[in-house]
């Protein structure tokens, strides 16, 4: 538990005492895939550090319709704004894969910042490039094309899965949870990632993904927007 609390980037640098005091306020937590960890207006009662697996931020459009607004995995601390603001969630959060965590009590995590201001210039380092970093993937999950959605998906996921298993490496992943990502249908998913197999671009297995040619999909996150065609 320790070890991994110093590991985290919020906690560098961080005195022992603080690193204590988190640890004693704290448990591993596992969530299954597809498990709602949190929904958004829920109060934030802990933030999760997660060790493994990967999660997805989601906040719904007026019309009810689920944009992705973040994802997240091995070394990401999650809840920490809302926990920071003393404000409800902002986004609802759902397990993408079995994930584990460590359940830091908000309360407890206040406390230790309050008596550590490195903790709490660790937390506003952590928080803000996210919060500035996240503004154009959730433009793209918003307006993009359906392709511009797909590609910026899998760059993301490609990056959580190399940080946990290595570079390389296969993501496991479906293409109904990939559509669930992209906001589009199975049929589009696949349809998109055919394509794109034979085009070198990935290579597709039974219930997996691998980015072969991360410029190409680089081109095809950052191509035209919804104002050439609508999303899918």
Avoid: Y
């Amino acid at each position: 538990m320790e070890a991994l609390l110093e590991s985290a980037s919020i906690c560098h640098g961080v005195g022992a005492a603080s690193r204590e005091k988190l640890a004693a306020a704290s448990h591993f937590e596992t969530f299954t895939a597809g498990q709602s960890i949190w929904r958004r207006n829920q109060t934030a009662e802990f933030i999760l550090l997660i060790e493994s697996g990967h999660v997805m931020l989601t906040q719904a459009t007026p019309t009810g319709k689920p944009v992705v607004v973040e994802l997240l995995g091995t070394g990401d601390c999650m809840g920490l704004l809302a926990t920071l603001g003393r404000v409800p969630h902002p986004f609802s959060a759902r397990a993408l894969t079995d994930v584990s965590a460590l359940h830091i009590r908000s309360s407890e995590w206040r406390d230790a910042a309050l008596a550590d201001p490195e903790l709490l210039r660790r937390a506003a380092e952590a928080v803000v490039p996210r919060m500035l970093g996240g503004f154009g993937f959730m433009a793209t999950m918003a307006t993009g094309r359906v392709e511009a959605r797909l590609a910026l998906a899998l760059l993301r996921l490609d990056e959580l899965n190399s940080r946990e298993n290595g570079p390389g490496q296969p993501i496991a992943i479906t293409r109904q949870t990939l559509a669930s990502i992209g906001v589009t249908t199975v049929e589009s998913a696949i349809r998109v990632t055919s394509r794109w197999n034979k085009a070198g671009i990935l290579w597709t297995g039974h219930r997996s993904l691998r980015v072969v040619d991360r410029s190409a999909l680089e081109s095809l996150a950052v191509g035209p927007h919804s104002g050439d065609s609508p999303p899918t």
